[in-house]
């Protein structure tokens, strides 16, 4: 069998664990690469904002040759970020994990956004609960832990930083000439990440396919092995 590359980024504040529980699904032709993004669970100096985690994925990219780069939440917008600044750089497709673009910027205030900051800094651990408890099936005590203590640890400065660059950039207008085939991956029930705009860029992109999931914003915790096959067979789709 062919092989085949793939890049996992997980969310703001977590860490590679995000992905234990799907490792052992992937089949032996899949080579997975799932790093822990520099500023989670520790300082970076190098890594301030959006725009230098970009240039550090551009820079993973070259390096692993992945055939598909799949982003969840912040981890999304992150490679959607890297792929309108870079160009397609040999990846056959996108995957877009409950982190899809509106079709219109938001209106939020940047009043009602710093309050939101300010929210989630006092407490980051009680904003990021929803999904460990639903990792508590499938995921190791161990591996919870780890992702307690890299979101205590992350920089906060680079978290901050990112939430503004994704606030102040229009993702949505460059859906439409998507350079690569777009795979959604979206739990049905998430109100971070709405349905909504995942059907609205399986609408608009150029070549894009949508999976559902009964599940919120991490829809890869009720059934790993499910989400898995998912990714597979939304891959071959699109990669043909």
């Known amino acids: 069998m062919k092989k085949v590359k793939c890049l996992l980024l997980h969310g703001s504040g977590m860490s590679d664990k995000t992905w234990s529980a799907l490792m052992s699904h992937f089949p032996k032709n899949w080579v997975v690469f799932n790093p822990t993004l520099p500023g989670h669970g520790s300082r970076d ?45 040999n990846i056959k497709v996108a995957s877009f994990i409950n982190g899809s673009p509106a079709e219109k910027k938001s209106k939020t205030s940047k009043e009602t956004l710093q309050q939101k900051l300010d929210n989630y800094f006092s407490d980051p651990i009680r904003h990021i609960k929803p999904t460990l408890n639903e990792m508590k099936e499938h995921w190791s005590q161990d591996d919870i832990k780890s992702i307690i203590k890299s979101c205590k640890n992350s920089d906060k400065t680079l978290l901050e930083n990112l939430r503004w660059d994704m606030f102040e950039t229009d993702f949505g207008k460059m859906i439409k000439n998507f350079p690569i085939p777009i795979l959604l991956m979206h739990g049905i029930y998430d109100k971070i990440n709405p349905l909504s705009q995942a059907k609205w860029v399986n609408k608009t992109a150029r070549k894009s396919l949508l999976f559902e999931f009964e599940s919120r914003h991490a829809p890869f915790t009720k059934n790993p092995q499910l989400f898995v096959e998912k990714m597979i067979e939304g891959y071959e789709k699109l990669s043909c």
Do not use: R
């Open 45 to 89: 100096l190098q890594v301030k904002n959006l725009k230098e985690l970009s240039f550090w994925l551009k820079q993973q990219i070259k390096k692993k040759k992945p055939d598909i780069v799949a982003g969840w939440s912040m981890g999304s917008f992150l490679l959607q970020n890297t792929i309108n600044k870079y160009g397609k750089m």
